[in-house]
């Protein structure tokens, strides 16, 4: 079963950068496309962007100036780097596996990163 | 982008009992190339993750309960629960995958009754 797990700070100062690792377990980070899809407290689900190991990525234009999604091969993981938060980027972010880019079979348990002063 | 919209916010509906939750998309999300409908559908529970229920809008992914089932075409789908069990109280969210961005929709709680 695959497992995925989201480490990070809890806390981000506003106008700072949101840094979110996530690291794939049992299986190889080289063999699907992985996400990152965030939900603010009380909130529905946002689609941040997905990347596949080849350096192909896809972001949200509505974040796309902001967002970076980056791979480690060796370490099996995939990492966020969101800039110049805000009180509106508070949120648990979870990382996930898109099966054929489409929908997301696998998910990790969530980091909340809380943006705040 | 396309908009994915459910219906209703909410519903309660008493144990053994029909639950039916709609899904609107603002474009028709058929693909003419296979046949399918770019739609999946999840359940999450609180303080977990979403879990994948449904996709290419009514097959049933490994492991979940028959009593889920999903149908629709084009821009109109539904997610029923058949028998509505305890552990099926939950939100659940529609998400359509035809073009980027990926989109959900606001989500529906299901309460027991």
């Known amino acids: 079963q695959v497992q995925l797990q989201e480490s990070g700070p809890g806390l981000v100062r506003p106008s700072e950068t949101l840094s979110l690792t996530c690291t794939v377990s049992?299986?190889?980070?080289?063999?699907?496309?992985w996400s990152w899809i965030r939900q603010p407290p009380g909130k529905g689900l946002e689609w941040l962007g997905y990347?596949?190991?080849?350096?192909?990525?896809n972001y949200n234009p509505s974040l796309k100036s902001r967002v970076t999604i980056s791979v480690d091969i060796s370490k099996n993981q995939m990492s966020l780097r969101l800039t110049s938060v805000s009180a509106a980027d508070t949120a648990v972010y979870y990382c996930?596996?898109?099966?054929?880019?489409?929908?997301?079979?696998?998910w990790g348990q969530g980091a909340l990163v809380t943006v705040s002063s | 982008d396309i908009v994915m919209t459910q219906s209703p916010d909410s519903l309660a509906v008493s144990l053994g009992e029909r639950a039916t939750i709609n899904c609107r998309s603002s474009q028709t999300l058929f693909d003419r190339s296979n046949n399918k409908n770019s739609l999946a559908w999840y359940r999450q529970k609180p303080g977990q993750p979403p879990k994948l229920l449904i996709y290419?809008?009514?097959t049933r992914e490994s492991g979940v309960p028959d009593r889920f089932s999903g149908s629709g075409s084009g821009t109109d789908f539904s997610l029923t629960i058949s028998s509505l069990q305890a552990e099926d109280v939950a939100v659940y969210y529609c998400?359509?995958?035809?073009?980027?961005?990926?989109?959900f929709g606001g989500g529906t709680k299901v309460e027991i009754k």
């Open positions: 049992r299986a190889p980070i080289t063999d699907y496309y």
């Open positions: 998400q359509q995958y035809d073009s980027t961005p990926l989109t």
């Open positions: 990347m596949y190991f080849t350096g192909m990525i």
């Open positions: 290419w809008a009514s």
């Open positions: 996930a596996r898109a099966r054929l880019l489409h929908y997301f079979d696998f």
